[in-house]
């Protein structure tokens, strides 16, 4: 049953927050203490490969665990609700991995405690995500979607801040550890979260339950061209923000610029760059995207001018370049979060499976963080070099922009 009643300011800040301590936890690691890590154990010659292994082992087992948890909590009938128990037990798992990945000393253990980091935080995204079709109405899920994507960003500002500059070290780990529960409590515990009844939920049969996760692209085809919209451009981002930092150090030439800087601080100028392109559109398109009704448009037109600035650092590889793709990144990436997540949840296959939906919809997500850097590493190494990566992360972009028209119930 779809909602109808608006949902309140208080309503939204808490699930924010919740959202900021999750990507907080992808963050942290992925954008500054990962790579280090790895450089750290592997070497400069084997960390691109290395890199590439614990990110896609990782995201394989975000993959499984983000639709299992959803599915789970969708038959959850605890009077703690459906949702909350994932949301706090994710946090708390996730944190506990997070915790264990500072302490590793080799590739496999990287690999092993980033897995189990990635299982907590993606059930916690799971029952988090599920939260919109869960009380929002359609007429406002533009604007929530814009206050509750603004976290992603901002993590990734706070993230990249609190472990090059607060934190040195895998001590950074510790602190998001923190940070991750510390901004999942109030949300789950101030929040309505009504359980479901015993008599509601379905009888369970491991044959069906597994068969759920099948969403025909036939029987459902808005939703299959949503899910083949997202991963082709989650695919692109992924590949491009792998090597963001190797990018900087060796292409960019980053602490040769600027002696006595890092590279790190290099990443953190631009991700503030661009977190502020993200701010100024990111509320403002999901509000008028509501207004007008119109999904489809723009998330075209902020994926066309997201292709830009691929194709800005694939010919013109420098810092003023570079600072120029992150604004213009940041003014199409804010539309596109909030819209396009407007937009997923209207084509959502049942009301009953919305974690379940929304975990499979993940995949999209999660699935090119396991290609994407199969795919970029050979493109870095082999074959042309970071020109030939940013053209194919720009060819993926536009590929997105131009899929979306397929989907036919969402103006």
Not at 143 to 163: E, T
Not at 319 to 345: F, N
Not at 368 to 388: H, M
């Amino acid at each position: 049953m779809e909602p109808t009643r608006n949902v309140g300011t208080r309503w939204v800040a808490f699930i924010a927050l919740a959202n900021l301590g999750l990507y907080l936890g992808y963050f942290g690691p992925l954008e500054v203490l990962l790579p280090d890590q790895v450089q750290a154990i592997a070497g400069p010659a084997g960390k691109i490969a290395a890199l590439g292994w614990v990110t896609g082992v990782g995201a394989a087992a975000a993959l499984i665990a983000n639709p299992l948890a959803g599915a789970l909590s969708d038959r959850t009938t605890g009077r703690l609700g459906r949702r909350h128990p994932w949301t706090v037990g994710g946090a708390l798992a996730g944190a506990l991995a997070l915790v264990l990945l500072a302490g590793q000393h080799t590739i496999a253990g990287v690999i092993i405690a980033w897995s189990l980091a990635q299982v907590g935080l993606n059930a916690m995204q799971a029952s988090i995500a599920a939260g919109v079709p869960d009380h929002v109405p359609v007429r406002q899920r533009g604007a929530v979607s814009g206050w509750i994507g603004m976290p992603q960003i901002i993590g990734v500002v706070l993230a990249v801040a609190l472990v090059s500059l607060a934190v040195t070290g895998n001590g950074g780990y510790a602190l998001i550890a923190a940070l991750v529960v510390a901004c999942a409590l109030p949300f789950a515990l101030t929040t309505p979260d009504p359980p479901l009844a015993r008599a509601a939920r379905p009888p369970f049969a491991w044959r069906s339950f597994a068969a759920s996760f099948w969403l025909s692209p036939r029987q459902y085809p808005d939703f299959g061209w949503a899910w083949l919209t997202r991963f082709t451009i989650s695919l692109g981002n992924a590949m491009a923000i792998l090597y963001l930092l190797y990018f900087l150090r060796d292409r960019i030439h980053y602490q040769r610029l600027f002696p006595g800087h890092t590279a790190e601080q290099g990443l953190l100028i631009l991700v503030l760059i661009y977190s502020a392109g993200v701010v100024l559109t990111t509320v403002a398109g999901g509000m008028i995207s509501d207004r007008t009704g119109r999904r489809k448009l723009p998330v075209t037109v902020s994926g066309l001018v997201m292709a830009v600035p691929a194709v800005m650092l694939a010919f013109w590889p420098s810092w003023p370049v570079a600072i120029s793709s992150a604004v213009i990144l940041g003014l199409g990436y804010g539309v596109y979060l909030s819209v396009d997540q407007a937009l997923v949840t209207q084509v959502l296959p049942s009301a009953a499976g919305r974690a379940k939906d929304l975990g499979v919809l993940s995949i999209a997500g999660s699935a090119p963080a396991v290609l994407g850097p199969a795919i970029a590493a050979p493109l870095v190494s082999r074959f042309g070099g970071y020109p030939t990566l940013f053209l194919t992360v720009a060819a993926l972009v536009v590929l997105s922009s131009a899929l979306v028209w397929k989907i036919r119930s969402v103006p």
